[in-house]
């Protein structure tokens, strides 16, 4: 009879406390306390263009020759048509590119004014016959960029030697200053690019980035500085894209402002 006491309590009371446990448990929900039950949405995953090398398998014949960084050619060709290629990456307007960003990342550049060294060829044969043997292509090499640039060459010999000269206004005071790329002598034309902007005789803005180059901006205040990002595993003749900034001239001085990453549009078939 215990027993069954026991037990007829238990079914009476059992139901009791489940009613009063409910009425807690809605109450502890009207307070705020919901309970999401749904599943939770995965993030929507985020195109790289550094470590994401999607290939489109598309026609050729609907891009332009002009926009190929790089690529390879098909057998028994020479590229003379973008036809005849069978992978490309592309700048177009296709490219990915991040939305701008205030968090400057650049760190190597300047703009402090420096003058010119300008050196006699003579001396600078002198001294790159002491670091390269006789007949070396880079000793001739000096001689060509001479003739190409002129005593502006002679600044960069014997360890740079002058890639690219380009014109345009970046301070906008109506006058076009000298963009000059250059390379270390000896290194391939996929090596490591540095750019400085002349004004007069004067370096007003040097960047030293790996493979830094300068180009027009939107505007005649200012411009871009295109450089390889420093999270790139690719080789440097075939990389997937690069890092923009944006410099603008304020007070003198040359000062980033935003930057993106841009990633190349690969066009191919494996």
């Known amino acids: 009879m215990k027993y069954k006491i026991i037990f007829l309590t238990l079914i009476i009371v ?22 999401d039950t749904e599943p939770a949405e995965e993030e929507p995953s985020k195109y790289d263009p550094y470590n994401n090398y999607p290939l489109l398998d598309l026609p050729m014949e609907y891009f332009s020759k002009e926009d190929i960084q790089w690529g390879s050619v098909l057998p028994e060709t020479i590229g003379k048509t973008i036809r005849e290629y069978s ?4 700048e177009n307007k296709a490219v990915y590119q991040s939305y701008p960003t205030t968090k400057i990342t650049i760190e190597k550049y300047s703009s402090e004014t420096r003058p010119l060294q300008i050196k006699p060829l003579s001396d600078i044969k ?9 007949g070396s ?20 010999f014997p360890n740079f030697h002058i890639s690219l000269l380009d014109q345009f206004d970046v301070n906008d005071d109506g006058i076009k200053e000298k963009i000059i790329s250059y390379n270390f002598v000896g290194r391939a034309d996929g090596g490591s690019y540095q ?10 803005f040097s960047v030293q980035e790996d493979n ?34 944006r410099f603008i001239f304020k007070n003198g001085e040359f ?13 191919g078939n494996n």
């Not at 059992?14 to 309970?35: G, Y």
């Not at 505007?219 to 690719?234: D, I, K, Q």
């Open 255 to 267: 000062i980033p402002l935003y930057e993106q990453e841009v990633g190349y549009m690969f066009v």
């Open 14 to 35: 059992s139901p009791l406390l489940l009613v009063i446990h409910l009425v807690k448990n809605r109450e502890s929900l009207r307070k705020n306390e919901l309970i």
């Open 126 to 134: 002198a001294e790159m016959k002491n670091q390269f043997p006789p």
């Open 212 to 245: 830094s180059s300068i180009v027009p901006a939107d505007t005649l205040n200012g411009f871009y500085v295109e450089w390889r990002s420093p999270e790139h595993s690719a080789p440097r003749c075939c990389e997937p894209g690069y890092f923009r900034t």
């Open 195 to 204: 750019t400085d902007i002349i004004k007069g005789n004067n370096i007003i």
């Open 137 to 156: 292509l880079w000793i001739q090499e000096a001689d060509d960029n001479y003739k190409e640039y002129g005593d502006l060459a002679t600044h960069y």
């Open 87 to 90: 992978q490309v990456a592309l």
